[in-house]
């Protein structure tokens, strides 16, 4: 369905990364106002992709399409907040090359895969998850830059962006490893 309440929460996602992004623009907000506001939304609006999955399956409301947004949706809000927190010198620009480009070639490998009937070999994975969680520790860590109850948010947050860089790696090796065969047999 397309205007359900999981997938209206998949939207809201969307609808999340212009205003995450505002915040750095507004004028008058003092940077920790700007951090705060900003972190805050990130951390509500990437609890949505629990909550959509957790009501679609609840409400027997799964479709293909909130298959599709959902995904799409968490790429975006977390490509847009890498985006913002390079421009801001939070974060490494090889740290966004390695997590869009691998948003975008690991996308690319499950649309042909689902094209030739096989994108059961790139399903999901534990590693991809994985990557996700710590991405979405990550993030809002580096959003914050800030002491929070004596965690040094902004070295943890860094630490934890690389992680999910190498995970990021890890995650595409391992989806690009599955598709292979299925790769190589189409290929001839």
């Known amino acids: 369905m397309f205007f359900n309440l999981p ?3 998949t939207w809201a996602r969307i609808a999340a990364i212009p205003l995450i992004v505002a915040v750095f623009y507004w004028p008058g907000l003092e940077s ?3 951090n705060l506001i900003a972190t805050v939304l990130f951390v509500v609006f990437a609890a949505t992709d629990w909550a959509d999955g957790y009501l679609a399956r609840k409400l027997n ?4 399409f909130g298959a599709f947004l959902d ?13 913002v927190l390079v421009h801001l010198g939070r974060a490494d620009v090889f740290v966004a090359l390695i997590i869009i480009g691998r948003e975008i070639a690991i ?20 590693v991809g998850k994985l990557k996700t969680s710590v991405q979405m520790v990550a993030i809002p860590f580096l959003l914050y830059q800030a002491p929070l109850f ?3 948010t902004q070295a943890w947050g860094r630490v934890l962006i690389w992680a999910a860089a190498v995970l990021t790696i890890w995650s595409m090796v391992y989806y690009l490893k599955k598709a ?3 790769i190589r047999a189409k290929a001839r």
């Open 7 to 9: 997938t209206l929460l």
């Open 107 to 126: 996308s690319a490998l499950r649309e042909w895969m689902a094209t030739i009937g096989a994108n059961k070999s790139v399903a999901v994975h534990m």
């Open 61 to 64: 409301q799964t479709s293909s």
């Open 180 to 182: 292979l065969p299925e």
């Open 32 to 34: 920790q106002r700007q």
């Open 71 to 83: 995904p799409v949706a968490d790429k975006f809000l977390v490509c847009a907040c890498v985006l």
């Open 150 to 152: 004596g965690i040094d």
